[in-house]
């Protein structure tokens, strides 16, 4: 079903590599820390542990894509930008605001937040070990039947009204349930993209179009930016490419990243009250918006590849995907202001996944508001989404060396997660457009544990519900096994 057709390679692979590709990942590694070396020599030497864990991964990444859709890369990946290189170009680009200054205590944060990043990293890729390569290389991708073609659009046009009525709709109680349901649109098209199914392509071009013209509606790009990367995720797998067009796709998008940036601080200035130029209308409509994203993102990537970026501008995107001024933050006030947790914001997290609120009525609620009080200091006002992430968390419960630990614990929990997907994709391939799914919320870095346990842990629960109603998709997902009727379900439970 791929571009480029499995083969079984010819020599010992060790954690999905041979020994060439593995030392080509070290020598990409090696050059990209060395490379660097002059400006970060003088402030960390984890900085460098971290620039070369990303020329790895990033070439581990593409090889790895041969056998599963590389989540755990990107899990890795999004750690070391928002925990080690974007603190790294803060320094560089330093706010007004002495708020996000890491000036002070420099060294001990890089020492907690490499040694963080490079055992989380570990812990990921043992989830990899001892995989059944040659069926994932191999696994079977069932042929769509129309009972399964159609069930897929089911699943898709329930995602597609979730999201329409998640825009509609201002039900806090409901705010959560209608993104569970919307975000179905996207394990619907993932599906049919691993099938080849007629008409994948027109259909992740159109979901993709709805979450580029909702986050210009919104001004905020992050769901597009994730989204954005599974479907990456899924298309390395799918089509295979080569090492340079793999390579080349992610440094286009880490260029676009800044450009990205650029593109929304202009609309938001143009759509402001307060501006004066392209006040084309008092209240732009969401299409006048997208467009003037649009005809904003091409100068904005100039200026970034042609480094004429603002530097007002630098100094806030510096600090918008920096997680390491909040972490600094936490290691500068705990426990010299608040007594280290000792597990409490743990077990939280674990009764918010396990429980509902109907039961558990004073369990963790997402939002950052008192954790980032307790813990770090920050009154948040009401609107404002920020957290301490899972380092964060973890220090403020178990200290330095805590702390380092329970980030390898969190990242191996996941992992054994994943793990388990890996195995049942080795029986079919259709499993893989279940992981963006589940999986979303588990590859960012700067939410609390109790906001991923509970977004996995309820996305889990829709996709059990899903597979339960869809014959057909319940067959693919489970080839040879006997497919039960409605009523042996409804008599079982």
Not at 124 to 132: D, V
Not at 210 to 233: C, D, P, Q, R, Y
Not at 259 to 271: D, G, N
Request: charged share 15%; proline share 5%.
């Amino acid at each position: 079903m791929n571009s480029q057709p499995f083969v079984t390679p010819t020599r010992r692979l060790y954690l999905l590599l041979t020994g060439p590709q593995w030392g080509l990942a070290f020598t990409v590694g090696a050059l990209l820390a060395a490379g660097s070396w002059q400006w970060y020599s003088f402030i960390s030497i984890w900085i460098g542990v971290t620039l070369f864990l990303v020329g790895l991964i990033a070439t581990h990444l593409h090889y790895a894509a041969r056998f599963l859709v590389p989540f755990p890369h990107f899990a890795v990946l999004v750690v070391c930008l928002q925990y080690i290189l974007a603190a790294w170009f803060a320094l560089y680009h330093p706010t007004n605001d002495p708020v996000h200054f890491m000036g002070d205590r420099i060294g001990e944060y890089y020492a907690f937040a490499g040694q963080a990043v490079v055992l989380t990293a570990v812990c990921w890729f043992a989830s990899l070990i001892r995989l059944p390569l040659q069926r994932l290389g191999q696994a079977h991708l069932t042929d769509p039947s129309p009972g399964l073609l159609v069930e897929i659009d089911v699943i898709g046009l329930v995602g597609v009204v979730g999201l329409i009525l998640g825009n509609l709709v201002k039900v806090p109680a409901l705010a959560f349930v209608f993104v569970l349901f919307s975000n179905l649109r996207f394990l619907s098209v993932f599906a049919r993209m691993l099938l080849a199914a007629p008409g994948w392509s027109w259909r992740v071009a159109l979901v993709l179009g709805l979450e580029i013209m909702f986050a210009a509606e919104s001004a905020m790009f992050h769901n597009l930016l994730l989204w954005s990367l599974w479907t990456f995720g899924i298309w390395l797998y799918r089509f295979r490419p080569r090492l340079q067009t793999t390579l080349a796709a992610l440094l286009l998008a880490l260029l676009l990243l800044p450009a990205l940036q650029e593109a929304k601080w202009q609309l938001r200035y143009s759509t402001s009250d307060d501006a004066e130029i392209f006040e084309d209308t008092v209240n732009p409509s969401i299409f006048d918006k997208t467009i003037r994203w649009i005809r904003f993102l091409p100068p904005s990537f100039y200026e970034t590849i042609t480094g004429k970026l603002d530097e007002g501008f630098l100094s806030e995107m510096g600090a918008r995907y920096n997680q390491g001024w909040i972490l600094n933050r936490v290691m500068q006030w705990v426990p010299l202001r608040e007594p280290f947790a000792a597990g409490e914001t743990i077990y939280g997290a674990l009764e918010a996944a396990a429980l509902p609120r109907l039961i558990a009525s004073k369990k963790a609620t997402s939002g950052g508001q008192e954790n980032m009080a307790r813990f770090a200091g920050l009154e948040l006002v009401e609107n404002t989404s920020m957290n301490l992430g899972f380092a964060g968390e973890m220090y403020a419960n178990f200290g330095m060396v805590g702390g380092v630990i329970g980030c390898g614990v969190y990242a191996l929990c996941f992992g054994a997660f994943f793990r388990l997907i890996c195995r049942l994709a080795s029986r079919n391939a259709l499993w893989w457009a279940t992981v963006p799914y589940v999986f979303y919320a588990a590859i960012k870095a700067e939410d609390d544990i109790a906001y991923v346990l509970n977004w996995t842990a309820k996305s889990a629960m829709v996709l059990i519900a899903v597979t339960l109603l869809m014959p057909n998709w319940r067959r693919a997902l489970f080839p040879g096994k006997p497919v039960p009727t409605m009523d042996a379900i409804k008599a079982h439970f």
